[in-house]
């Protein structure tokens, strides 16, 4: 794919902002749209970004950046016929933000690995006037994507573990403890300490470098194609799933193990 100079960059952004404007102002659904009604439609788009880029799609995550793009000039657009902000408000704002806090870039401020670039920037965001450093954590996401920021915001803070094996500890620990609660009968504990024992996991996930959420949605991935082997084989046979006996689906588990990897 040929690479495409600045002037070409800006050109296509230039169209995208005049496309707006068009449908802002002819077409019947665009006419009608308001920041609360393209919300959710933006978080759809975000999670169908997430899909190509796991599925490492490189064309759909193309496509799904630009329907994303669409939306945040969508509002950019919406912004400015509030008379609160425009498109040049919202870029400018983000570069003086990103060039505040990379101090080592744009400052004598010297971080050289990783984890220092992300304890300044959560001490930046403290003099910024924010009280907490997980007041910069979204209270509408999803759990485990929120449980990771949220370890990831405390260690910028100093809040952490030193060594990978107290997390492991911990994690075995807390699998002590809602066994303790499971034996025990008691729900509302169960409940409890089962999020506790997911929150380890999710902090043992961080020093193994993994990311949970894509890692349990690709092993969602795989479960569904193995499962649909099964009911694809099964099928051929001229049977059901639920026709057979659990070794028997045990055996089509291992087929589809085997040939789908």
């Known amino acids: 794919m040929s690479q495409h100079s600045r002037l070409e960059k800006m ?14 102002a002819k077409c019947p659904w665009d006419k009608k749209q308001t920041l609360e009604t393209l919300r959710p439609l933006s978080i759809e788009e975000v999670y169908e970004l997430g899909d190509a880029i796991l599925d490492n799609d ?3 995550v193309k496509n799904e950046v630009g329907d994303l793009m669409l939306h945040l000039v969508f509002y950019s657009k919406i912004g400015e016929e509030k008379g609160a902000f425009d498109v040049a408000d919202v870029l400018t704002a983000i570069c003086e933000k990103l060039i505040s806090r990379h ?20 001490k ?6 924010k009280k907490s450093v997980l ?28 060594e ?16 303790a609660e499971v034996a025990a009968g008691n729900q509302e504990k169960t409940e409890q300490e ?23 949605e690709r092993t969602n991935k795989k479960f569904i194609k193995r ?35």
Request: a negative charge; proline letters at 3%; zero cysteines.
């Open 135 to 162: 007041e910069g954590v979204p209270r509408s996401l999803p759990a485990m994507v929120k449980a990771t920021r949220i370890q990831e915001k405390a260690r910028g803070a100093g809040f952490d573990w030193d």
């Open 58 to 60: 490189l064309h759909e």
């Open 11 to 24: 050109e296509a952004f230039g169209r995208l902002l005049d496309i707006m404007d068009d449908l802002r």
């Open 227 to 261: 499962f649909q082997f099964m009911e694809e084989a099964v099928s051929a046979k001229g049977k059901e799933l639920s026709q057979l006996s659990l070794a028997e689906m045990d055996s089509y588990w291992e087929k589809a193990k085997i040939e789908l990897g």
């Open 124 to 129: 930046l965001k403290l003099k910024e006037g």
């Open 103 to 122: 101090p080592h870039i744009y400052g004598n401020v010297v971080a050289n690995d990783e984890e220092t670039v992300k304890a300044n920037w959560e």
């Open 164 to 179: 990978t094996q107290q997390v492991w500890d911990k994690v075995q620990e807390e699998l002590k403890e809602l066994k």
């Open 194 to 216: 089962f999020g506790d024992f997911i929150f380890s996991l999710i902090n043992l996930s961080r020093f193994l470098k993994v990311d949970p959420e894509s890692a349990l």
